[in-house]
């Protein structure tokens, strides 16, 4: 069994080049490919090279389920946001006296690898139109828009000017569109002094680390050293969450109606899982590379949730399952995790992205994504208006399904949680090859070796165990194809079209290095073994493959809030409450867990995520607990010693959890 190749250095060169220059090396567009300088001289400046690179923002295109789930998102909020909601409609990046800040550029940055993923030319016209807004609005001085023509009096948080650089570059990666190119470089030049002026204050100071996206890209494409130079400029004024993680204090969760802090914010944490490793890149240190690991460990110990993900509902908040973990936490770990994959070629950082992105992320939007929740809960037995609210900061409508429930931020932000979990799902390797880092219906279309390769992966993965791909190229072509084989697939097996199987070791990349000619076809086989986990009190989950199981009531939904701005049918909010019963215990045999759980295949449905589309259904036995009610408005603390329960018993059907938007994840264990 072979893994991904070791980091190694490539060197770029210093060069001051004039912004005619900058966009004449945009025109090209499509990223660096392994070791290729953007200019050369004697003097060089260095980045060290990641273990993968993403593809081109294009090049992956979604197919099957997750094309019917991208739709879907298209026809729902996203593709329709920027008509209607003021703080993007009306919003001074686009030349209006809306907010002027985060929101648009949020909105932005999924929906342009949406519109890519998708293939959508509409979709592709309205992010070029507002993308040109930006560049036709930005200054002679390099600053764009709505930032302050005398930052002395009114300071202006730089975070807001990170993300929309972040987000054109991701544009002009698409498009190669040489005046967005130039429009970055412009302002990364006044974010240079910019900084010798006012260090990073607020939120730019805890996302220090989304600003080496765009110098990266910059860079990679000029050789200007200064790019460096700020680079290590964010590094130095950021917050260094290295020493916070060291210290004690981060153990505890935030107290519920506790005290807001930078620090424990949860989706600066989220963000923060990248920030070390894409800080590597320029300074080598392998501790830098490894500390995500370290920061993960003690998020999992002591916020950890069976999703994948931490609470923070706005702060670290404990391993309840009844404590909440915000939308943008959840879209900014998947972007953190498809980095963390990239950079550093460990495979176990993709299986905690398919964790997250099939359980977490569509658990927290309506099937038709018109609607979703600021906070989502492992136990969440009702989403109503509730005055009596555990949340450590957030107010009484975190859990709502709506526009903008508790706060808008989560509008703007939760576009780019598909898209580029689409976008990174292939990526290119050192020795010029292709890597399966994670895996959905998907199509890929690449320049290998010099020469043009399709590959399509066919596939009702994750609901399936099966799945299938054709390798296309002209001629001949001999390069390297590696295949993700998760952790838990033991007796996973890859065969050939020749009918040749062979067995393959689980938490590797696969290596299979051959000569491709035509269309050449592959079956990859992950067992998925059910498995019962002791979570928070002793409680169990049950987990198969990347997926995690819930119990779901049925579901009533009521339209509140008609009264508030913008809260038209589609776009209105809901709450959501059981009309069967939810308080049930199980009843199995942890140590023989496929005798206490029966799976289920049906047909992925049209909304892959709604509760009457799961792909695959689980049946378990259990008994009501009659004394397992509500509290503060929602279910009860799981008890932590077994129950016993004279109520009969019953066989409960269990669906995914990012199907059930009611849901008992974490049960209490049940004597007889």
């Known amino acids: 069994m072979n893994t991904a190749s070791l980091p190694r250095r490539t060197f770029l060169a210093r060069l001051s080049v004039s912004t005619a220059a900058v966009a004449a090396l945009g025109r090209s567009g499509g990223g660096v490919a392994y070791g290729q300088r953007a200019h050369r001289s004697d003097n060089t400046r260095r980045l060290y090279e990641p273990a993968f690179r993403p593809l081109p923002l294009g090049s992956v295109t979604a197919e099957g389920w997750l094309r019917r789930q991208l739709r879907q998102q298209a026809e729902g909020l996203s593709g329709h946001l920027d008509e209607f909601w003021p703080d993007v409609h ?26 890519w993923v998708l293939e959508d030319a509409p979709l592709k016209a309205k992010v070029k139109r507002r993308v040109d807004q930006i560049v036709a609005g930005q200054r002679p001085d390099g600053w764009y828009a709505p930032y302050p023509q005398d930052t002395n009096s009114r300071p202006y948080d730089l975070w807001a000017i990170l993300l929309v650089n972040k987000a054109l570059v991701q544009y002009h990666e698409a498009t190669g569109d040489p005046a967005v190119l130039a429009a970055v470089h412009r302002n990364l030049r006044a974010l240079l002094a910019a900084l010798e002026r006012r260090p990073l204050f607020n939120w730019g100071r805890f996302r220090w680390f989304e600003g080496l996206i765009p110098v990266y890209h910059v860079f990679e494409r000029t050789g200007e050293s200064w ?30 109606r506790g005290r807001w802090t930078w620090e424990k914010h949860v989706v600066n944490t989220s963000m923060a899982l990248k920030a070390y490793a894409l800080a590597w890149r320029l300074t080598g240190h392998a501790a830098d590379r490894d500390f995500a690991g370290e920061m993960l460990a003690v998020l999992d110990r002591y916020h ?3 999703h994948g993900l931490f609470t923070g509902d706005e702060c670290l908040a404990g391993r309840s399952p009844t404590q909440g973990t915000e939308l943008c936490a959840v879209v900014e770990a998947l972007y953190s995790l498809e980095w963390l994959t990239a950079i550093t070629g460990d495979p176990a950082w993709a299986d905690r992205l398919e964790r997250v992105a099939f359980n977490a992320l569509p658990a927290t939007f309506a099937p038709d994504m018109w609607s979703h929740q600021y906070d989502q809960q492992v136990n969440q037995v009702q989403c109503t208006i509730n005055p009596e609210h555990m949340w450590s900061t957030n107010g009484p409508e975190a859990n709502l399904f709506g526009l903008e429930p508790n706060y808008g931020c989560c509008t703007a932000n939760m576009h780019q949680g598909w898209p580029k979990f689409a976008a990174h799902l292939w990526l290119r390797s050192p020795d010029d090859g292709l890597v399966a880092a994670a895996y959905a219906p998907s199509s890929v279309r690449a320049i290998v070796r010099g020469r043009p390769v399709h590959v399509v992966l066919e596939t009702d993965y994750p609901f399936r165990e099966t799945l299938r791909f054709t390798v296309t190229v002209d001629g001949r072509l001999r390069f390297p194809l590696r295949l993700r084989v998760p952790a838990w697939a033991r007796g996973a097996t890859l065969r050939s079209g ?23 076809e592959l079956e990859l086989r992950l067992p998925m073994p059910a498995r019962f986990t002791r979570r928070y009190n002793q409680a169990l ?60 295949e049906r047909p992925v449905g049209e909304r892959p995520f709604a509760p009457e589309g799961a792909g695959v259904v689980a049946h378990v036995r259990g008994r009501r607990l009659p004394d397992w009610k509500l509290a503060h408005g929602w279910a009860d603390e799981v008890p932590p010693q077994p129950q016993t329960s004279r109520e009969p018993l019953e066989d409960l059907t269990l669906i995914p959890y990012g199907c059930a938007k009611l849901r008992v994840t974490e049960f ?3 004597t007889a």
């Open 541 to 600: 989950a049950l987990e198969r493959g990347p997926l995690v199981f819930a119990l779901n009531p049925r579901e009533t939904w009521t339209r509140v809030n008609a009264d508030k701005p913008h809260r038209e049918l589609p776009h209105a909010d809901f709450e959501v409450r059981p009309a069967s019963p939810w308080n049930y215990g199980l009843l199995v045999d942890e140590a023989q867990p496929e005798t206490s759980a029966r799976f289920e």
């Open 498 to 520: 020749s009918g040749r199987t062979i067995a393959l070791e689980p938490g590797t990349f696969h290596r299979l290095e051959r000569v491709w000619s035509g269309a050449s």
């Open 90 to 115: 009306d919003s001074r990046w686009f030349g209006g006296d809306a907010e002027g800040w985060e929101r648009a550029p949020y909105w932005l940055d999924g929906v342009i690898p949406l519109a």
């Open 227 to 256: 790019l460096l130079d700020l680079a290590q400029r964010l590094l130095e004024q950021g917050f260094d969450y290295r020493a916070f993680y060291r210290e004690p204090d981060i153990v505890s969760p935030t107290p519920r």
């Open 304 to 306: 950890g949730q069976v």
């Open 668 to 670: 209490p264990r049940l």
